[in-house]
């Protein structure tokens, strides 16, 4: 789950409206797909080290947070060795 700093929203009277991605939007797309290939090259490394890769290699900053967020989140590690299984 995202947390309010990854949100993008507009408040109006109060109220707060969400920005969706536009699921056309090509560069966003293609940058998801890139980051979801990426925990596959670290299995057996530690989890740090993917981070480290992430941040270096994404570029785009649009999306970027909020995906890497997300991606985190379902990575599995080893919890007494913080590797990635």
Known sequence: MLTKNHLKFRT???RAYPQFID???QSAIDLAKSMVDIPKE???KKFYEMEEA?????TSTKYRDAFKKL???RVERDQDTDSIQ
Do not use: K
Not at 54 to 58: A, F, N, S, V
């Open 12 to 14: 109006r009277s109060g």
């Open 42 to 44: 670290f299995i057996g």
């Open 23 to 25: 699921q056309t939007d």
């Open 71 to 73: 991606l985190l989140d």
């Open 54 to 58: 992430l941040d270096e290699g994404i």
